[in-house]
Every structure is written in C-alpha cells, then in structure tokens.
C-alpha cells in the first residue's frame, strides 16, 4: 500500500519534469573553422544567436590526434545585442601556451555546456557536441605576389616587388634582402616589414629611387627567419626570391639602329642594305623598309625587312635589288615605327629611323664625317653644331653623311 503511494506521489512530478533537447550550435568561433592558428592558445569563443546561460558541468577541449592536449580552466558568458539581434558568447580560457608547429588540433565544446537562458515549451535547449580544425603552420608558406618570375622591371618604385603573407606578421632583427645582378651579390637592402588586419607586407627600401639596366637578370633574396608571425616567433618565413629582368633604358636614347651600311658604302645603286642594332631583335610579320624621292615626298619601292642570319651582331637587311638612283632631288630610307621589335619583350618595339641620300647633281663625293673643328653646313649653307646621324652636311667644301 505504501508503495504504490509513492508511485503516485512520483509521477506528477515526472510529468512536470524539464525536457533537455540538444540543438544549439554555434553560429561561428574565434579561431576560426579550418584557418590557420598562429597565435597562442589562450582563450577560444563560441558564439550563438541568443542569449546563454552557462552548466556547471561546461568542457571545451583542445585535442591532437584524439588526445587531449589542453583544457579551459575558466569561463564566461557575454550576452549582448549583436548584429542579429540578441546574441551570446561563451569564453573558454586556457593557461597560455604555444600548440606545437605544422599539426592540426581540434577545438571541442561539449554537449551541454551551455543552453538558452529561457525554456521553450518546459524544454530546455542546450547545445550538442561541437568541434572544428586549427591548423598550426609549420612557417609562413609562399607569399603572394603580382610579380610574375622574371617579368620586366624598370625601376625600384614598381609596386610588383612587394609581397605579402595571409598573417599580420613582424620583423625578425633588422631583415634585408639580399640584392644580385647576374648572378654578383650587389650589396643588401633594407627591408620594409608592416601589416594590416590579417595581412603582413614586405618590400625592399631602396635609399633611393634605383633604375635596373635593360637586359641585366636581377634577384631580391629574401632570407629564412626574417619575420615571423605577430604572435608567435617560432613561426617564421622561409627564403623566397624576387627574380626580375631590367628593362630601363636613357629616355635621352631610345631603342633604334646604331649603324647603316650606307654610312660607309657610297653608291648610286642601292643593293642589300642593312640597320646595326645593340640588342638581340626581331623583325614584325609584314615588316617593310620604305625607299622615297626627296624627303619622303614620293614612295619609290617598299621591299621586305629580314634579318641577316650571319652576323655576329644583330642585322635587319632589306635588298632593293640594285635600283639606280637617279633623281636629282636625292632620297630617303625609312624604318618605320614598330618594325623591329626586342626579341626578350617583343611588346618593346624600335622607333623608326631615317637615312637620306644624296641626289645626282652637285658634289657626288660623300665621305663620313671627320672629327676636327672645321665648320659643319646642312644643304640650305646654315651652320649646325649637333649634326644628325644619317643626315648630309656640307665640311670643308665636300659633303659627308654624319654617324
């Protein structure tokens, strides 16, 4: 009789009981989902859509490969208006330490650690078992970079030579690069270490704005261990090399032929004649080289432009396959613009260039021009202190084509 007493006694109250339902999750974490962990491990923050109370029972865990390698010894709770509306953080604190380099460890909130300050429906909603990934990174890794390997660069103002990593990082010591041209260590540069949220850059510091010769092979080294995490100084860059081709050239000399065979061979037929340039070149698909009467007043003949495949330098012919010049007005060879191109940054092209050439009447002996101090005449009798490459002038009675 007394035992059935109880049992009734006892059921209301198991009626009346509380529902645990486990289905809060975590809208995200601090570390977060699957980034990489280069701070140490001091406190890790679950964050949810509403308020939330903490149990007494609440276990946030740090483990390695199913092993347990660190424990919170403390917590909080900060309930706040959030950008959704009301939200909650748990603060799981751990005695500071450094997880060990280049291993991924799994950060979990146990189930019912928490739950809703208020109960729905006599339920009580606690969250469930949760987990995510942090990756500790052996070192920084490759950085990132617009510079392509061996990409053209013409000065040290070229925004390409800086490099950043994903991390907000700090100099290691007083970082350098370490500066070579073709191959002969040049010196070192100082490095320019900074970063901004969640991102570290790295440029050289010139002292002063440096130019790279045209066709000369560069390499900025930047050495292993020059910075390192924010946080942590164990983790820290490996060597990495900026290697780039200078492409400066005197804006007082612009890329054209430095020679014409005509400045030498004289004659009123004109047969192969040929442009010395200084740098490997190419010649433009269609490529022509123009022959005019006078100064480029009537077009006489366009032949093609080749390159000559014996030379021990670099050559562009065309053959005008003896044409007689006859006219007294004389005549003008032109390279037009964009003819001939570099062959290492075929996007480079040549201005163009003009010869002219002397008519029928008048003095026909042309000699090259002599280095003494005798005035020097165009044609119209005006006296000229800079003369013209490729162009007639008149000196000590004869005239002489300039080079």
């Known amino acids: 009789m007394f035992a059935a007493f109880m049992s009734m006694a006892l059921l209301p109250m198991a009626m009346n009981a509380t529902e645990i339902e486990a289905t809060l999750t975590p809208l995200y974490t601090h570390p977060g989902k699957d980034k990489q962990f280069v701070a ?4 890790a923050a ?19 490969n199913g092993k347990t390698v660190a424990t919170a010894v403390s917590y909080d709770v900060d309930n706040y208006d959030g950008e959704l509306g009301k939200q909650g953080t748990l603060i799981a604190k751990f005695d500071k330490q450094n997880l060990p380099k280049g291993k991924t460890y799994t950060l979990c909130l146990s189930k019912g650690s928490v739950g809703w300050v208020e109960r729905y429906n006599d339920i ?46 700090a100099p290691v010591g007083d970082p350098k690069f370490l500066f070579y041209r073709d191959g002969e260590l040049l010196g070192e540069i100082p490095a320019d270490v900074s970063w901004d949220w969640d991102l570290g850059y790295v440029r050289p510091q010139f002292s002063e704005k440096t130019t790279f010769d045209f066709g000369a092979r560069y390499s900025l080294v930047f050495p292993a261990a020059s910075v390192s995490t924010l946080y942590r100084e164990d983790i820290v860059n490996e060597e990495y090399a900026l290697n780039f081709i ?35 070149v190419g010649v433009a698909d269609g490529a022509v080289i123009e022959l005019y009467e006078g100064d480029c007043e009537t077009l006489v003949k366009a032949v093609p432009a080749y390159l000559s495949p014996d030379a021990n330098c670099w050559l562009v012919c065309c053959d005008f396959g003896g044409f007689q010049m006859t006219s007294e007005k004389g005549y ?72």
């Open 40 to 43: 140490p491990l001091e406190e």
């Open 46 to 64: 679950f964050i949810f859509d509403r308020c939330i109370k903490l149990y007494d029972d609440a276990s946030v865990t740090v483990k390695c």
């Open 124 to 169: 009580q909603i606690v969250n469930r078992n949760y987990s995510c990934d942090l990756n500790v990174p052996e070192n920084l890794g490759t950085p990132t970079t617009d510079h392509v390997d061996n990409a053209p660069v013409s000065d040290s103002d070229n925004t390409a030579l800086c490099f950043y990593y994903g991390y907000e990082i």
């Open 246 to 280: 200078g492409c400066y050239t005197e804006p007082d000399a612009p890329f054209t032929y430095k020679w014409c065979s005509l400045f030498t061979d004289h004659s009123d037929v004109l047969n192969v004649v040929s442009f010395t340039y200084d740098s490997p």
């Open 332 to 403: 003008t060879i032109v390279i037009p613009d964009g003819a001939v191109y570099l062959q290492q940054f075929p996007d480079v092209t040549a201005t163009g260039g003009k010869v002219k050439l002397p008519g029928t009447a008048g003095t026909t002996n042309i000699t090259l021009q002599h280095k003494d101090d005798s005035p020097i005449y165009d044609m119209m009798g005006r006296t000229v202190v800079n003369p013209v490459p490729g162009s007639i002038y008149i000196k000590n009675g004869k005239k002489f084509i300039a080079y």
